[in-house]
T-cell receptor, first 112, second 111 residues
């Protein structure tokens, strides 16, 4: 079964607006990672947040992690048309050889 | 810096034909290696992972197999392809507990 579940499945916003995507998971994790995938391409790593961290920033990206609720959110501020892509969360559980369990992703469309 | 290569980029194969997809990693030693498959519009499904040469773990029983003949080489194979094997195949590497990095992928169409 999927460990990570993203919400919403699809999101359409105007350029300049903020986009928030959520991820929920079921079991304890070592870390949680967010990835971006442009259509037909490989995945690009965005941010890794460890289980003992609550918030992380990278440029226009902000990730939060609430281990008590088993949830994470990815915020993209001041979105651009180039941010149009699918975004996936993936969880890395303890003692699992680094295996990642991916959710189904959120498809983000940023309209110019 | 580390680089991961996959080839071919696209492949069209008839049902019943064999398959060999190759993945190599440069710039790191003893990485964990992974094969994922992504169906259209879906998330990634882990197929195989390897923590060392000759060590392969299978996640999903299926028509595919994997091998790791060298430290930085990971091969995905099939003796006879099925229509359901069509998809986007991604190789990835990591040093355990850290970020996982993906290759560009191979789009396989079985006809």
């Amino acid at each position: 079964s999927q460990q990570g579940e993203e919400d919403p499945q699809a999101l359409s916003i105007q350029e300049g607006e903020n986009a928030t995507m959520n991820c929920s998971y079921k079991t304890s994790i070592n870390n949680l990672q967010w990835y971006r995938q442009n259509s037909g391409r490989g995945l690009v790593h965005l941010i890794l947040i460890r289980s003992n961290e609550r918030e992380k920033h990278s440029g226009r990206l902000r990730v939060t992690l609430d281990t008590s609720k088993k949830s994470s959110s990815l915020l993209i501020t001041a979105s651009r048309a180039a941010d149009t892509a699918s975004y996936f969360c993936a969880t890395d559980r303890y003692n699992q050889g680094g295996k990642l369990i991916f959710g189904q992703g959120t498809e983000l469309s940023v309209k110019p | 810096s580390q680089t991961i290569h996959q080839w071919p980029a696209t492949l069209v194969q008839p049902v019943g034909s064999p398959l060999s997809l190759e993945c190599t990693v440069e710039g790191t030693s003893n990485p964990n290696l992974y094969w994922y498959r992504q169906a259209a519009g879906r998330g990634l499904q882990l197929l195989f992972y390897s923590v060392g040469i000759g060590q392969i773990s299978s996640e999903v029983p299926q028509n595919l197999s994997a091998s790791r003949p060298q430290d930085r080489q990971f091969i995905l194979s099939s003796k006879k392809l099925l229509l359901s094997d069509s998809g986007f195949y991604l190789c990835a590497w990591t040093l355990q507990g850290y970020e996982q990095y993906f290759g560009p992928g191979t789009r396989l169409t079985v006809t």
